[in-house]
C-alpha cells in the first residue's frame, strides 16, 4: 500500500476492534463563529446620478430601504467596463492582472488582456468555499473567454470551476430579458416559461436567487453563503414590463440638459456632492481627437420628434431599472421573513457609468453600435410604440448617458473621467454597522470588495492556493469606513484606471487624466495631452490645474506608469469596436472551411460557430419531404440580426435579416414536392458597402436549380451580443424572422443535417458532396 500524505492521528491495527479512528485529517474546514451571509448585487451601466438614493429621477424602493437602513458611499469607483470590474470582484486584483483589461470579445493576446484570469488569482468563490460558505452566482457572468462558450468548450473559466457551487444566468455581456440565452450550472438551458406566460429575466433570476439560498438553508442551515447577484439590468436591451415603463411618463421630457443641472442640485441636497461642484461640458473631448459615435446633441438643437423619442428611451430605462431592483426586493423580504438579513452583508452597486453606445440618436438595434453601422432616426420612430418590447433592442442616446453619470465628464468607457467610473455603492449589514441612513465619502474602488468581503468574515486570502503562489492583494478594506465619520480620510492611496485606450490615476486626492477617447484607433498616445484634477475639493474633475502644478502631474504620471508595468497594462489600445470584436483567435476546435450540424444539437454559440462575415458562404440542407413539412432548417441570429433557412407553406424561403433593419432581406421558391432534396443558398460577395458590410449576390436552390437570386447585404460583426446561436431543426429563443413563431421546428419529414460552407467552392460541388455525407447519417 503507498504512503498517504495525511496525518492520520489514529492507531490503525488489522482487526478494526482494535482500531482507533481519527476523523480530524478529513474534516472540512467551517466559517467564523459569527460569520455573516454575503450578498453583491451588481447592476451594469448605471451613472451616479440615475437612482433616488443619490437624488436620481429612477426610484428604487428597495435600494431607497437599503440606504436608510446602511451606508451610501460617495467616491466609489470600478474599471468604467463590465468583464474588467466583474473580474476585480471575482478576485480582488486589478483588472489587467486579472488578464481582463477589456471585454471578453475584446481580447488579443496579450497578457493584460488574454481572457482568462491566472492560477496565481485565486477567487474569492475558491476561497470562501475552502473556508465553510456555499457559493453562488446568480445572473450575468462576462467574464468566460469567448472560444470556451460551448457546451464542448473547456469549463476552466465558468463559474462551477471558479469555486461557485451553482450558476444560473448568461455567459455573455449581454442579453435579451425576453429570450436570455441562459445556462445553469455547466449547460445551456432553455428559459423555462414564455414572455406571453410572465417571463422576463429579472424575475427568473429573483425566482433562482431564492431557491438557492432556500435550499441550502434546508439543508445546512448553520452554513453561510456568498451570493454574486448580477442582473441583466441596466445594460441594453432596455426591455421591461410596460407598467413599469408607464410609472415615467412625462418625468423626461424637460430632457438631458435640465437633467444634469435638476439633478446636480438634488445630488448637492443629499449630501452625495460638496456644495459649490460645478457640471462638466456635455462634450468636453477636443473634436479632433473625439469619437463621434459619443457626441452628444444638445436638447435644444433636437426637433420634436427627436425629444418625444429620446424621453420614452429614457422612460424605458428608468422603468427596466425600477423593476429589476422590485424584483430583488423579493430576495431581501425573503431574507428577512426567514431571518437572515440582520446578518447578511449587502453590496448593491454597478459596475461602470451609464453606457453610451445607444449613439447620439439612440438605438432601436444596439448590435448597430458593434457591427460599426449607424443608427437610423426614422426606424427608431417608427418602432417608438414597441420600445421595451421583445420587438426592440433599444438603447437610450448619448445625451441620456451623460446626464445618468452628472456631474462627471462622460460615460462608460471613459476610464480616466469619473463619467465612466463614478458609481452607486450602498452597503447594508445590520449586526455589523451601527449608522444608518449615513454617507461615506471616503475614496474606494471595486478591487476593495473581496478585500472588505474577508475582513469582515476575519480570514486571509492564502498566499498559495493549489500549489500555485499567490499575487498579492492590492485592494483596502472598507471596513474601517463602517465607523468612520463621512468626512474621515480614506485608507486608500492610490488607484490606476485604463481603458481601450483611456487611462488616469487617482492618488492622495489627486487625479491625472490623458485625454483620449476609447474606440477611435487615433494611436499616438505620447502626444496625448494630460489633464490634473484635486478631487479632493472639485469632485467632479471641472477644473484642469496642469499648468498651475507641472510638477505634481509629472508625478502622477510616473505614477501611473509604474502602476501599468506592475499590473500589464500595457500595450495601450483604442481600436474601433468593429477591429477588437472580430479579431482571429485561437479556438480549441480549429476553423475550417466546411461545417456540418445535426438536428437535435443544443443551439451552438457564434463564439464557435460558422462565421460568415465579410464572405462568401453557402448553406444546405438534406431533406426527406412529406405532404405538409414545415419548420426551420437552419437559423443563426435573432431578429436584430441573422439568417434562417425554413419552409412555410410548402415553400423554400431564406431570410437575411440585416441588423433588423426592415424589409427582411427574402428569397421563397414555389411549392416543394415531396420526396429526397437538397435545399440550400448561396451568398457571393461582389463588394462593400459604405460602412463596411458585404454585399453581393443570393442564390435560392432546390436541388440543382436556382430558384431565386438577388442583391443582398450581410454583417460585418457578430450578429447579436445576446448569444442567440446556431441551431439545426428549429430557431432557440428571438426568432430571427417574422414570418414565423419560435421555435418553430421541423416536421412532416426528415432533416438530415445542414452542411455550411466558406471555401468559396461552387455550390453544386458541394451539393453532391453534402449529400453523400449526410446520407449516412
Excluded at 32 to 49: C, K, Q, R, S
Aim: overall charge negative; hydrophobic content about 35%.
Amino acid at each position: 500500500m503507498s504512503e498517504s500524505n495525511v496525518e492520520f492521528g489514529g492507531e490503525i491495527k488489522i482487526d478494526i476492534r482494535d482500531s482507533t479512528p481519527d476523523w480530524s485529517p478529513y474534516e472540512l474546514r467551517k466559517a467564523p463563529e459569527g460569520a455573516p451571509n454575503v450578498l453583491v448585487i451588481l447592476y451594469d451601466d448605471t451613472g451616479l446620478a440615475t437612482w433616488s438614493p443619490y437624488g436620481g429621477r429612477v426610484t428604487m424602493p428597495v435600494l431607497d430601504r437599503l440606504a436608510k437602513g446602511g451606508l451610501t458611499y460617495t467616491q466609489w469607483h470600478t474599471t468604467a467596463i463590465c468583464s474588467s470590474t466583474r473580474s476585480t470582484f471575482l478576485t480582488g486584483r486589478n483588472h489587467h492582472a486579472n488578464g481582463m483589461g477589456v471585454i471578453m470579445e475584446g481580447t488579443n493576446g496579450f497578457p493584460g488582456y488574454s481572457g482568462r484570469i491566472p492560477k496565481e488569482c485565486a477567487t474569492i468563490g475558491q476561497v470562501l468555499q475552502d473556508n465553510g460558505y456555499s457559493t453562488f452566482w446568480v445572473g450575468k457572468n462576462h467574464n468566460v473567454p469567448e472560444e470556451d462558450i460551448s457546451s464542448g468548450g473547456s469549463k476552466s473559466q465558468w463559474p462551477l470551476a471558479m469555486g461557485f457551487d451553482r450558476f444560473y444566468g448568461f455567459l455573455g455581456g449581454e442579453t435579451s430579458q425576453w429570450y436570455p440565452d441562459l445556462v445553469e450550472d455547466n449547460r445551456f438551458i432553455e428559459p423555462p416559461y414564455t414572455p406571453q406566460e410572465g417571463y422576463h429575466l429579472s424575475k427568473d433570476l429573483a425566482d433562482q436567487a431564492i431557491r438557492m439560498i432556500r435550499d441550502q438553508n434546508a439543508s445546512n442551515p448553520s452554513k453561510p453563503w456568498f451570493t454574486w447577484y448580477n442582473p441583466g439590468a441596466d445594460h441594453a436591451p432596455h426591455q421591461a414590463p410596460e407598467e413599469y415603463i408607464a410609472k415615467y411618463k412625462g418625468l423626461f421630457d424637460d430632457g438631458y440638459d435640465a437633467y444634469r443641472t435638476w439633478v446636480l442640485q438634488r445630488m448637492i441636497e443629499r449630501g452625495i456632492l460638496p456644495t459649490g461642484t460645478s457640471l462638466t461640458d456635455f462634450n468636453p473631448m477636443p473634436e479632433e481627437q473625439a469619437n463621434p459615435a459619443d457626441h452628444v446633441k444638445p436638447w435644444d438643437s433636437l426637433s420634436d420628434d427627436e425629444k418625444r423619442l429620446f424621453s420614452r428611451m429614457a422612460e424605458v430605462f428608468a422603468g427596466f431599472s425600477e423593476y429589476t431592483d422590485t424584483q430583488i426586493g423579493r430576495v431581501i423580504d425573503y431574507l428577512e421573513e426567514s431571518g437572515q438579513l440582520e446578518n447578511t452583508l449587502i453590496f448593491y452597486c454597478a459596475d461602470n457609468g451609464a453606457s453610451g453606445e445607444g449613439s447620439p440618436d439612440g438605438s432601436v438595434n444596439e448590435n448597430k453600435f458593434f457591427n460599426g453601422f449607424p443608427d437610423d432616426l426614422q426606424e427608431n420612430l417608427d418602432k417608438m410604440g414597441t420600445l421595451g418590447s421583445e420587438a426592440t433592442y433599444n438603447h437610450y442616446p448619448t445625451g441620456w448617458a451623460a446626464a445618468f453619470s452628472a456631474p462627471f465628464k462622460m460615460f462608460k468607457r471613459y476610464a480616466q473621467y469619473a463619467g465612466g467610473s463614478g458609481d452607486p455603492m450602498i452597503i447594508h449589514w445590520p449586526a455589523g454597522i451601527k449608522a444608518a441612513g449615513e454617507v461615506r465619502h471616503q475614496y474606494h474602488h471595486s478591487v476593495d470588495i473581496v478585500s472588505t468581503i474577508l475582513d469582515v468574515i476575519g480570514i486571509e486570502f492564502p498566499e498559495v492556493y493549489r500549489g500555485v503562489k499567490q499575487r498579492p492583494l492590492p485592494g483596502v478594506s472598507m471596513k474601517y469606513s463602517f465607523d468612520a465619520a463621512p468626512d474621515d480620510p480614506t485608507e486608500k492611496k492610490v488607484q490606476y484606471y485604463a481603458m481601450l485606450g483611456t487611462r488616469g490615476i487617482w492618488k492622495d486626492g489627486w487625479k491625472a487624466a490623458a485625454v483620449h477617447a476609447p474606440l477611435t484607433g487615433h494611436g499616438r498616445f505620447d502626444e496625448d495631452e494630460w489633464e490634473l484634477y484635486h478631487v479632493d475639493v472639485d469632485r467632479s474633475e471641472s477644473r484642469n490645474l496642469a499648468a498651475e502644478h507641472p510638477e505634481k502631474l509629472r508625478d502622477l504620471q510616473e505614477a501611473f506608469d509604474v502602476e501599468a508595468r506592475a499590473n500589464f497594462v500595457y500595450p495601450l489600445d483604442d481600436r474601433s469596436a468593429r477591429e477588437q470584436l472580430t479579431i482571429e483567435r485561437p479556438q480549441a476546435e480549429p476553423t475550417r472551411d466546411r461545417y456540418i450540424y445535426y438536428p437535435g444539437t443544443t443551439s451552438v454559440p457564434e463564439s464557435v460557430a460558422v462565421s460568415v462575415r465579410g464572405r462568401s458562404f453557402k448553406i444546405i440542407g438534406e431533406v426527406v419531404l412529406q405532404d405538409g413539412a414545415q419548420g426551420v432548417i437552419f437559423a443563426h441570429g435573432s431578429r436584430f440580426g441573422g439568417h434562417s433557412l425554413f419552409i412555410k407553406e410548402g415553400r423554400l424561403t431564406y431570410v437575411y435579416n440585416f441588423l433588423g433593419i426592415p424589409p427582411e432581406q427574402t428569397f421563397t421558391s414555389e411549392v416543394l414536392a415531396s420526396g429526397a432534396h437538397s435545399l440550400g443558398m448561396e451568398f457571393i460577395r461582389e463588394g462593400a458597402g459604405e460602412h463596411g458590410e458585404s454585399t453581393g449576390t443570393c442564390k435560392l436552390y432546390v436541388d440543382d436549380q436556382v430558384v431565386a437570386s438577388g442583391p443582398m447585404r450581410t454583417q460585418t460583426g457578430k450578429f447579436t451580443l445576446c448569444g442567440d446561436g446556431l441551431c439545426v431543426g428549429y430557431d432557440s429563443a428571438d426568432a430571427v424572422s417574422g414570418q414565423y413563431v419560435n421555435p418553430f421546428p421541423f416536421t412532416g419529414g426528415k432533416l438530415l443535417g445542414v452542411g455550411i460552407d466558406v471555401s468559396g467552392e461552387q455550390y453544386l460541388d458541394l451539393e453532391l458532396e453534402a449529400r453523400a455525407a449526410l446520407a449516412r447519417e
